[in-house]
């Protein structure tokens, strides 16, 4: 364990090319699924956040569920859809980092559709009167909610991030952990557990806690800066 | 310098209210309200806490419907008419922005001149804060900020609810005075409030309502020194008015 550690720690510090290939792949794959589910995501929390229609409790639980998706089951999905039998089987995705990126975007979609549209309804609760007076129109209010929500909604990116780049069953499935293409950090970490190279999984593992910190502290920082300005 | 405030001649007056009965929860807050509203000038709408004004105003403006009776602002309802309003709230909503951006917001959302809002903070003593965090303002600052947001609409009533409420006279002061400044360019002025002395200084007459109705409707020169109502004159008295 403790040699397999301090491997770890020299590949990390030694710049190893296959390592920071496959932390950069990670990192591409998650935060494009991410910007993609935040854009997909934010408007649907934003609109359920403020509209008041039939069947909207039924919304809110599905929303709720949805943020429970098993991996694998997304995985099998989009790979059931993107394989060459499959309807989308001609773009010739699968088993490529898009096929991941649409993968995990699937499955944070639903997280941060979710978590928003807590955040904006708490936030509409105290403007939705003086909206109301101006006269906004629907898209002006949503508009407005989300920038005036932005620094609470960077947490609610940053939980996405978190799921996407510690997932592992459905980039697998629709990936295949191919060396030099779609291997990512938790599917090689996966590899070569199974492998007995421990040295090059906790290197990975390693690097993974300190994105996962250093996003984390990031977002606090801007976090604790908008508070001071009461922005937040 | 850009011109911040137009005149007006308001084609919304008169204001009449008839019969307005407005339930909340089986309370009756309003119980056959009627009022004649016209021409121009500062109405003040005064009467103990609970009388009902904040939700008579909120009806004037829209915001939400009554449980029966009729409000006409000209020929039209409120909620055909909050355009062309502003209600200023006890409690100003700012943005989590800056003081400029919270004007900005409101002259790209009504889609009025956005190179009016220097001019506007300028006329509300703001200029100096244009780029400080809004919510980071003092209560007096805060109010005049939200004055200045509800004239960057151009309104032709200007709603205030208890504007000055908790504020030291100074800002007080500064408040009357941007109201009055409207008031003399035409904007109508329906002022909620509890201080007699700002009443007596800016009211052309007064609205005194009592348990959910109007008690009297009368011209301040008349109000202050010969109340009609008895609620009225307990007001101004000093006695506990329930």
């Known amino acids: 364990m403790g040699e397999a550690l301090g491997l770890a720690v020299g590949l990390v510090l030694s710049g190893d090319a296959d390592l920071l290939e496959i932390v950069l792949l990670s990192l591409r794959v998650s935060l494009t699924a991410t910007a993609i589910a935040c854009l997909v995501g934010l408007p649907v929390g934003a609109l359920v956040a403020i509209g008041r229609f039939r069947g909207r409790n039924a919304v809110l639980i599905l929303m709720n569920a949805l943020m429970g998706l098993p991996p694998v089951v997304v995985g099998l999905l989009v790979y059931l859809h993107l394989s060459r039998s499959g309807p989308l089987g001609f773009l010739g995705l699968l088993y490529t980092p898009t096929a991941m990126i649409i993968a995990q975007a699937i499955l944070i979609t639903p997280i941060v559709a979710a978590l928003s549209r807590q955040v904006l309804e708490d936030l509409h609760i105290e403007y939705a009167e003086q909206f109301r007076s101006l006269c906004l129109t629907r898209w002006q209010t949503v508009q407005a909610l989300l920038w005036d929500a932005r620094y609470s909604l960077l947490t609610v990116g940053l939980a996405g991030f978190g799921r996407a780049v510690a997932e592992v069953g459905a980039v697998i499935i629709v990936g295949g952990n191919i060396d030099h293409l779609t291997r990512v950090m938790t599917t090689a970490i996966a590899l070569e557990t199974s492998k007995g190279d421990l040295a090059l999984a906790l290197a990975l593992g390693i690097i993974l806690l300190v994105i996962a910190l250093g996003v984390n502290a990031a977002v606090q920082a801007v976090r604790m800066t908008a508070a001071r300005q009461a922005y937040v | ?242």
């Open chain 2, 1 to 242: 310098m850009k011109t911040a405030l137009s005149a007006h001649a308001t084609a919304l007056l008169p204001l009449t209210v008839r019969d307005l009965v407005l339930r909340v929860d089986k309370a009756t807050v309003l119980d056959g309200v009627n009022l004649d509203l016209g021409g121009r000038g500062c109405t003040m709408i005064m009467g103990a806490n609970g009388a009902g004004k904040s939700l008579l105003l909120k009806l004037l403006h829209g915001l939400m419907p009554s449980t029966s009776g009729r409000i006409s602002w000209g020929e039209h309802a409120p909620s055909e008419v909050t355009a062309r309003q502003a209600l200023v709230f006890q409690k100003p909503v700012l943005l989590r922005r800056s003081v400029a951006a919270n004007i900005d917001f409101v002259l790209k959302a009504r889609g009025k001149d956005m190179t009016r809002r220097d001019a506007l903070l300028e006329h509300v003593g703001l200029s100096h804060k244009a780029g400080q965090p809004a919510r980071l303002l003092s209560g007096g600052e805060a109010q005049r900020l939200a004055l200045a947001r509800a004239l960057a609409t151009d309104p032709e009533v200007l709603l205030l609810d208890e504007p000055t409420a908790s504020l030291d006279p100074a800002s007080v002061l500064a408040i009357e005075s941007i109201v009055s400044e409207a008031c003399s360019r035409g904007v109508r002025i329906i002022f909620v409030t509890h201080d007699i002395g700002q009443a007596r200084r800016i009211a052309d007459d007064v609205v005194f309502l009592h348990r959910g109705r109007v008690a009297e409707h009368t011209a301040a020169a008349t109000f202050f020194p010969e109340p009609h109502s008895d609620a009225a004159r307990n007001y101004l008295s000093g006695k506990i008015v329930v």
